[in-house]
């Protein structure tokens, strides 16, 4: 919609915003003059955040019992709930007596934090806000008594700093009953895991971990070290060993048997049996002295073992030859005793090798000792440090009991100012608030007006004549001042008229070789000016010369009589029903030409369709150059359409800012369906209501 539309339609109903633009300010301006004045005084309420939940009670550490008074990050909306619960407000209102205009106690929902509309009407609240996302509340009373205000506003706070004590006394008290009982728990377990840790250290011989395992990688040091040494001597006697069977072999006595050394089962059984008595002998040494029987029996069993390697070393070399030297026996001593020293030195090495796995084992059970006892006493670290916590809040808690701390200060006390300067309602200085109430007149008449317009479905301009109905407007007819409407003594020259004019000079150019002489004037519904434009029509043309007939078709209310000021001394309804001839229907008016037959109001059921009526046209058709038919609006029933089916031409009149869209639609498609077509519509700018006040029923 273009800003000009938007403008046409304000100019439209400008009345409507005149008429806010003065009522609204009125009613302000009175309304601040008659109004009793509303007091107010306010305080400020500081809440120490940083103190507000004890040491007692957010330390508790997890799993031992956590006592929380309230979240900090929610504690300002647990303030301000605190602050308009019935505990408070109920009591102010009971103390001071707040009553309403009926002699009630007043009500929590109306008394805290009211409008602006309820404060003004009620006289009497209280509005808590948080200041600012702060740990600041201000907290305003008001009163038409402005001593009232103040004792509102220190009444809220006094009540709540006694039940914000009060809270924290039983939050401490809980706190108390749970931290004992949380206490003894945690006294309890400490006992247990400290009595743990230490049987653990006295069963594993735990007191110089460090020691020992400084001791332990010492001893494994040496061993291997040991361990590298046999080795060493190991490989050296097997050389020694291959050495002497070398020289053994290149002697001249020597001869390779079938059976070997390495392949006689004695003395591999020999070899075996020194092995393990060698081991048995080692580790039995470290545990009793050599003097013990069991060490003498192994050392015995040693001896012969090596006894039974020594005979079947010289038994197997001394067969291969009868007759030998004594350079050769002893080669085959030597070869005897080495064979001794290897499976001496095995057995050295294998107890090194158990030796030596056997302190890292112990090394490595060292450790996960170690990690265990740590696990122990990190537990009863704990415990202790939860036990010294535990108390320490207890003691807290004990303390804050007893001194009652509410955490809540009062940094700006409620008064009253001098000179009553804090008057809520009305405000000393006018301007601005009649300022804002010329702009929200205008505002609220603007809006009014767009949703009038927006609930309008009326006809308003010849667009949407041409887009509601399909028809085109042969003509506008302007406004024209009262005065000029009267036409029971002729025509008046004027806009109305002119326009009424040029109406019939289309409809004398517009017509056909049949020449139209039966004209019926049609409209939606009643007060759209069909009898006034009828009766200027018949008018101006008897004006003319042309002998003009006018029938008042509306006999539920027939106005063309009123509009000329004449006396019915014949009915249509007599002709009709056959009482009189057609020619004594006809009453004549003081505008030379021009005649009309008219009727008092009747029902007309029955008169209209009936063949008499057409009779009365075909009658007096011959008398006359044009008759015009003002026909009832279509709204009061099928009239119209009955009488415009006798009529050559139809001209349709539709009343700017009256005529319905859908009333018209109605009536154009009824018209179709008839087979009635309209030469065009007229559009009335005229306001009905002159039509309705200079002639009644129009």
């Given at each position: 919609?273009?800003?000009?539309?938007?403008?046409?339609?304000?100019?439209?109903?400008?009345?409507?915003?005149?008429?806010?633009?003065?009522?609204?300010?009125?009613?302000?301006?009175?309304?601040?003059?008659?109004?009793?004045?509303?007091?107010?005084?306010?305080?400020?309420?500081?809440?120490?955040?940083?103190?507000?939940?004890?040491?007692?009670?957010?330390?508790?550490?997890?799993?031992?019992?956590?006592?929380?008074?309230?979240?900090?990050?929610?504690?300002?909306?647990?303030?301000?709930?605190?602050?308009?619960?019935?505990?408070?407000?109920?009591?102010?209102?009971?103390?001071?007596?707040?009553?309403?205009?009926?002699?009630?106690?007043?009500?929590?929902?109306?008394?805290?934090?009211?409008?602006?509309?309820?404060?003004?009407?009620?006289?009497?609240?209280?509005?808590?806000?948080?200041?600012?996302?702060?740990?600041?509340?201000?907290?305003?009373?008001?009163?038409?008594?402005?001593?009232?205000?103040?004792?509102?506003?220190?009444?809220?706070?006094?009540?709540?700093?006694?039940?914000?004590?009060?809270?924290?006394?039983?939050?401490?008290?809980?706190?108390?009953?749970?931290?004992?009982?949380?206490?003894?728990?945690?006294?309890?377990?400490?006992?247990?895991?400290?009595?743990?840790?230490?049987?653990?250290?006295?069963?594993?011989?735990?007191?110089?971990?460090?020691?020992?395992?400084?001791?332990?990688?010492?001893?494994?040091?040496?061993?291997?070290?040991?361990?590298?040494?046999?080795?060493?001597?190991?490989?050296?006697?097997?050389?020694?060993?291959?050495?002497?069977?070398?020289?053994?072999?290149?002697?001249?006595?020597?001869?390779?048997?079938?059976?070997?050394?390495?392949?006689?089962?004695?003395?591999?059984?020999?070899?075996?049996?020194?092995?393990?008595?060698?081991?048995?002998?080692?580790?039995?040494?470290?545990?009793?002295?050599?003097?013990?029987?069991?060490?003498?029996?192994?050392?015995?069993?040693?001896?012969?073992?090596?006894?039974?390697?020594?005979?079947?070393?010289?038994?197997?070399?001394?067969?291969?030859?009868?007759?030998?030297?004594?350079?050769?026996?002893?080669?085959?001593?030597?070869?005897?005793?080495?064979?001794?020293?290897?499976?001496?030195?095995?057995?050295?090495?294998?107890?090194?090798?158990?030796?030596?796995?056997?302190?890292?084992?112990?090394?490595?059970?060292?450790?996960?000792?170690?990690?265990?006892?740590?696990?122990?006493?990190?537990?009863?670290?704990?415990?202790?440090?939860?036990?010294?916590?535990?108390?320490?809040?207890?003691?807290?808690?004990?303390?804050?009991?007893?001194?009652?701390?509410?955490?809540?200060?009062?940094?700006?006390?409620?008064?009253?100012?001098?000179?009553?300067?804090?008057?809520?309602?009305?405000?000393?200085?006018?301007?601005?608030?009649?300022?804002?109430?010329?702009?929200?007149?205008?505002?609220?008449?603007?809006?009014?007006?767009?949703?009038?317009?927006?609930?309008?479905?009326?006809?308003?301009?010849?667009?949407?004549?041409?887009?509601?109905?399909?028809?085109?407007?042969?003509?506008?007819?302007?406004?024209?001042?009262?005065?000029?409407?009267?036409?029971?003594?002729?025509?008046?020259?004027?806009?109305?008229?002119?326009?009424?004019?040029?109406?019939?000079?289309?409809?004398?150019?517009?017509?056909?070789?049949?020449?139209?002489?039966?004209?019926?004037?049609?409209?939606?519904?009643?007060?759209?000016?069909?009898?006034?434009?009828?009766?200027?029509?018949?008018?101006?043309?008897?004006?003319?010369?042309?002998?003009?007939?006018?029938?008042?078709?509306?006999?539920?209310?027939?106005?063309?009589?009123?509009?000329?000021?004449?006396?019915?001394?014949?009915?249509l309804s007599d002709y009709i029903s056959g009482k009189i001839p057609a020619r004594e229907t006809v009453i004549h008016t003081q505008i030379e030409n021009l005649d009309i037959i008219t009727d008092t109001a009747v029902h007309p059921q029955g008169f209209l369709s009936s063949?008499?009526?057409?009779?009365?046209?075909d009658d007096l058709l011959p008398d006359y150059d044009v008759i015009l038919i003002d026909t009832p609006p279509y709204e009061m029933g099928s009239d119209t359409l009955t009488l415009s089916k006798y009529a050559d031409v139809v001209i349709f009149i539709a009343a700017k800012?009256?005529?319905?869209?859908?009333?018209?639609?109605?009536?154009?498609?009824?018209?179709?369906?008839?087979?009635?077509?309209?030469?065009?519509?007229?559009?009335?700018?005229?306001?009905?209501?002159?039509?309705?006040?200079?002639?009644?029923?129009?």
């Amino acid at each position: 919609m273009e800003l000009r539309r938007y403008w046409e339609i304000i100019l439209k109903r400008k009345w409507v915003l005149a008429l806010a633009v003065f009522i609204v300010p009125l009613f302000a301006f009175m309304f601040m003059k008659i109004v009793s004045p509303v007091y107010y005084s306010y305080s400020k309420l500081w809440i120490k955040l940083d103190t507000f939940q004890q040491s007692f009670i957010k330390d508790v550490p997890s799993g031992f019992g956590k006592f929380d008074f309230t979240d900090k990050s929610n504690a300002m909306g647990t303030i301000e709930e605190m602050l308009e619960s019935d505990g408070v407000i109920l009591k102010v209102i009971t103390e001071l007596g707040l009553k309403d205009k009926d002699g009630e106690f007043l009500t929590k929902d109306h008394f805290v934090d009211p409008s602006s509309i309820g404060i003004i009407l009620g006289k009497k609240g209280v509005n808590i806000e948080n200041v600012a996302d702060s740990d600041t509340f201000k907290i305003i009373g008001y009163s038409d008594n402005p001593k009232e205000a103040q004792q509102i506003a220190a009444g809220v706070i006094k009540r709540f700093v006694e039940n914000f004590s009060k809270v924290y006394r039983d939050t401490a008290e809980k706190a108390i009953e749970v931290l004992k009982k949380r206490v003894l728990e945690v006294g309890k377990n400490l006992s247990i895991a400290d009595r743990d840790m230490i049987d653990y250290k006295i069963k594993n011989k735990m007191y110089d971990l460090s020691s020992q395992r400084t001791t332990l990688i010492a001893e494994i040091s040496n061993l291997e070290s040991e361990q590298n040494k046999t080795d060493r001597n190991l490989g050296g006697k097997k050389e020694s060993l291959k050495s002497i069977k070398t020289v053994l072999s290149a002697q001249p006595e020597y001869r390779e048997g079938s059976t070997t050394l390495e392949k006689n089962p004695v003395v591999s059984e020999a070899k075996k049996q020194l092995l393990i008595t060698q081991l048995n002998m080692a580790k039995l040494s470290s545990e009793v002295t050599t003097e013990h029987p069991e060490v003498k029996a192994l050392q015995q069993q040693a001896d012969s073992a090596k006894e039974v390697i020594l005979k079947e070393v010289e038994k197997t070399f001394s067969t291969q030859i009868k007759e030998r030297n004594s350079y050769y026996d002893n080669l085959i001593e030597k070869y005897g005793n080495a064979e001794i020293d290897i499976v001496t030195d095995e057995a050295i090495k294998q107890r090194l090798e158990s030796q030596i796995k056997e302190r890292k084992e112990m090394l490595k059970l060292l450790t996960t000792k170690e990690d265990e006892l740590n696990r122990l006493s990190r537990e009863v670290e704990i415990l202790k440090n939860a036990y010294n916590s535990l108390m320490a809040n207890l003691e807290t808690a004990v303390s804050a009991k007893e001194l009652d701390i509410a955490n809540a200060i009062v940094i700006q006390p409620p008064v009253v100012l001098p000179n009553l300067s804090n008057v809520y309602f009305p405000p000393v200085k006018k301007t601005v608030p009649m300022i804002l109430s010329v702009f929200i007149a205008t505002f609220l008449g603007v809006s009014l007006i767009f949703l009038l317009e927006y609930l309008d479905e009326t006809i308003e301009s010849s667009e949407e004549v041409k887009m509601y109905l399909g028809q085109d407007v042969i003509e506008i007819l302007p406004v024209a001042k009262k005065k000029y409407l009267d036409i029971s003594k002729g025509i008046q020259s004027n806009q109305f008229t002119d326009a009424v004019y040029n109406l019939l000079s289309k409809i004398n150019l517009a017509k056909g070789p049949g020449n139209w002489k039966v004209i019926s004037i049609v409209s939606p519904s009643k007060g759209e000016g069909k009898s006034i434009i009828t009766a200027c029509i018949g008018a101006l043309m008897g004006g003319q010369g042309k002998k003009t007939l006018m029938i008042d078709g509306n006999l539920r209310a027939p106005a063309l009589h009123r509009i000329f000021k004449l006396d019915i001394s014949s009915r249509l309804s007599d002709y009709i029903s056959g009482k009189i001839p057609a020619r004594e229907t006809v009453i004549h008016t003081q505008i030379e030409n021009l005649d009309i037959i008219t009727d008092t109001a009747v029902h007309p059921q029955g008169f209209l369709s009936s063949e008499r009526f057409k009779g009365l046209i075909d009658d007096l058709l011959p008398d006359y150059d044009v008759i015009l038919i003002d026909t009832p609006p279509y709204e009061m029933g099928s009239d119209t359409l009955t009488l415009s089916k006798y009529a050559d031409v139809v001209i349709f009149i539709a009343a700017k800012g009256r005529t319905s869209q859908k009333k018209a639609r109605e009536f154009t498609e009824a018209m179709k369906l008839s087979g009635i077509n309209s030469f065009g519509v007229v559009l009335n700018l005229h306001r009905t209501a002159i039509f309705k006040n200079q002639h009644k029923g129009v």
